[in-house]
């Protein structure tokens, strides 16, 4: 692992394949800047790159995840401004990440925070989360994902009244709505999320980047495309060593030595 | 610190809170609304402070909302009465609730409306011999607010919440004791010190795990048996992982007492 500093994130040390990135701007409740989009890009750049790099864990304080993007910085931004935003970029970074992105939400959970969480595959909250989107309030709108994640995630009532009234969600409205898969302890929030990333950082890194791929391809395609990809994603792990290793130590009654080939 | 309509100090671990407008039986206005979330705010910052005691000066505990606050003209449209609830009540109840250490209420006196059910939003209530609760709403057309209709049924049952609720005639302290209302009753001239020498028992206690063994209680109104069991998991889990936990069996194995820190 590089011992890159950032200013606005928190990075720590590779654990059985799991990395905790930590938001680190506490005196603005981890507003997201373009320059912590930015190093969480960077992050991501080496992550992708890197064999010990399994998962990410995705964390922010016990106060906020992240309470929104950073509006001094969105205010000097006139029309032509935003059609070159660079954060545009960043934030397709992050969408194109192939391995799996644990979010462990306590907190504010708001506006652009509440969208980069739902860029995470999987969202686990402490009980004090609270999730929305407030732009409306401001006279703007989910600018990263805001008005399409959330449909897909919770459906069109919920999404049309957080993103119309810009009031939050408690952690039990979002996980009885379907936007985060556990509610925990305020305090085990990010000690869930990493058992959580270990457990999937023992798999084979072939099978949990194609199924990452495939469920997320579910998402924006028709039925019938989706099952053709799954069945090409299936089909191609019959090629690895991973699949021979895996149902071997199945009959075998052991732990799979999974090599990531 | 220095307020107009409560009272605050903090001594020997214990922060004392007590509402001060006697002559109004120490209902709810707005400034001792703002007061009061400004000292329990400092009550959670506030490192020295292991256990919060909520009492009230005067012959009355509280009397809930100062009505002379909301008059009614018969003339204008209907006031929406949750907008001091949203802002007000509700917050302080689920304050009240969530802090993360003991909080004894002390009632001396008379507690109607929301001021009954404040008490019930504390862990453990000691009231004077002479105290009432005495869910009034219903005398005025509205419901038992600050958490009363989920706390009464709770601790007493549906049918005497339902009597309590429906008929609004006051709950004498020793009822209350002998309904499982309150932890305890005890003579006028007392309650104060009595309070507070509980209160400084508690200071001496494992503030974080007293923290946890409350929230596992109040969470087990909203969850199942299994997710219960879950939360004893992880709060048991954090538990093992406090300063006085090793404290407390390190004294037990070396047969002394232990010398907890609140950590």
Not at chain 2, 30 to 55: G, I, Y
Request: glycine share 8%.
């Amino acid at each position: 692992m590089t011992n890159k500093s950032y200013q606005s994130l928190v990075v720590h040390q590779v654990e059985s394949g799991v990395q905790l990135v930590q938001l680190n701007r506490p005196e603005a409740l981890n507003a997201l800047t373009t320059e912590l989009l930015a190093e969480l890009s960077a992050v991501m750049d080496v992550a992708e790159a890197s064999g010990d790099i399994r998962v990410l864990v995705l964390t922010g304080s016990s106060k906020a995840f992240a309470a929104g993007a950073d509006i001094n910085e969105m205010a000097e931004r006139d029309l032509v401004g935003m059609l070159n935003d660079p954060r545009q970029q960043y934030w397709q970074r992050i969408t194109r990440f192939s391995k799996p992105v644990i979010a462990a939400i306590n907190g504010y959970c708001l506006g652009g925070g509440c969208e980069l969480a739902m860029h995470a595959d999987i969202l686990i909250a402490g009980r004090d989360a609270q999730f929305g989107q407030p732009e409306i309030n401001l006279g703007i709108m989910p600018g990263a994902g805001g008005t399409q994640r959330l449909l897909r995630a919770v459906g069109k009532s919920l999404t049309m009244q957080m993103v119309l009234t810009g009031q939050p969600i408690n952690a039990q409205q979002a996980k009885d709505a379907g936007l985060i898969s556990e509610i925990t302890q305020p305090e085990l929030t990010v000690a869930r999320a990493l058992a959580l990333a270990k457990v999937i950082a023992s798999k084979g890194s072939l099978a949990v980047r194609l199924a990452k791929e495939s469920i997320l391809k579910g998402m924006d395609t028709d039925l019938a495309t989706g099952l053709r990809f799954e069945r090409h994603a299936f089909t191609v792990l019959a090629g690895t060593e991973d699949r021979k290793e895996g149902i071997m130590a199945f009959k075998e009654k052991r732990q799979p030595n999974f090599s990531g080939r | 610190m220095s307020f107009e309509h409560i009272l605050y100090s903090v001594d020997s671990g214990v922060a004392l809170l007590s509402f001060n407008r006697p002559k109004a039986l120490n209902s709810f206005n707005e400034a001792m609304h703002l007061e009061v979330q400004q000292a329990l705010k400092s009550a959670l910052k506030d490192e020295q402070v292991r256990v919060l005691v909520l009492t009230a000066e005067g012959r009355g505990f509280c009397a809930g909302q100062d009505l002379s606050d909301r008059n009614v003209d018969p003339n204008a449209a209907s006031p929406d009465l949750g907008i001091s609830i949203e802002r007000f009540y509700n917050p302080l109840i689920k304050q009240l609730q969530a802090f993360p250490m003991p909080v004894i209420c002390a009632v001396n006196g008379v507690a109607a409306g929301a001021g009954a059910n404040i008490p019930l939003a504390c862990d453990l209530v000691i009231a004077a011999r002479s105290a009432k609760f005495i869910q009034a709403f219903c005398k005025i057309g509205l419901i038992p607010d600050s958490g009363g209709t989920w706390f009464l049924p709770r601790l007493i049952g549906m049918a005497r919440a339902k009597e309590l609720a429906l008929l609004g005639e006051p709950l004498l302290a020793e009822k209350a004791l002998e309904w499982g209302m309150i932890y305890k009753v005890v003579d006028d001239e007392n309650l104060r010190e009595e309070a507070m020498s509980l209160a400084r028992r508690l200071a001496t206690q494992p503030t974080k795990g007293l923290s946890f063994v409350k929230r596992a209680l109040n969470q087990s109104f909203d969850h199942d048996f299994n997710t219960q069991l879950d939360v004893e998991l992880d709060l048991q889990r954090m538990a093992g992982q406090t300063q006085d936990y090793r404290e407390g069996v390190k004294a037990f194995m070396e047969k002394r007492t232990p010398e907890f820190k609140g950590e």
